[in-house]
């Protein structure tokens, strides 16, 4: 059974900076593509940022500078620095992975992220 755990999501004044991390488990995780999604209210999910199983990353050109990807092959955990926060990055953020062998996507719960004024 896949499963990912996302954590490290809280309450922070802007300018500050938060680390999520997302525990996978029952995949391969190596050699797996991991994204990192965000919703805020009212709003579509957006992708946030990628990491490859070789190590590339992307990013939304809104987090660009200021938010790192990176993982852990041997935890099997893919983390994202957030520095600089603002209002705007205000979001449930949620960890993805569209398993390579099983064709099948897979979601964590999210984690909320609150960046106050």
């Known amino acids: 059974q896949v499963q990912l755990v996302e954590s490290g999501g809280g309450l922070v004044q802007a300018g500050g900076s938060l680390r999520l991390s997302c525990a996978a488990s029952g995949i391969i995780f190596s050699i797996n593509t991991i994204n990192w999604y965000r919703q805020a209210p009212g709003k579509q999910r957006e992708l946030v940022a990628v990491i490859s199983s070789g190590g590339s990353t992307n990013y939304a050109d809104s987090v660009k500078g200021r938010f790192t990807i990176s993982r852990d092959n041997a935890k099997n955990t893919v983390y994202v620095q957030m520095n600089s926060l603002k209002p705007e990055d205000t979001a449930v953020y949620y960890c993805?992975?569209?398993?390579?062998?099983?064709?099948?996507?897979?979601w964590g719960q999210g984690t909320q992220v609150t960046v106050s004024s």
């Open positions: 993805n992975v569209y398993d390579r062998r099983t064709y099948l996507n897979y």
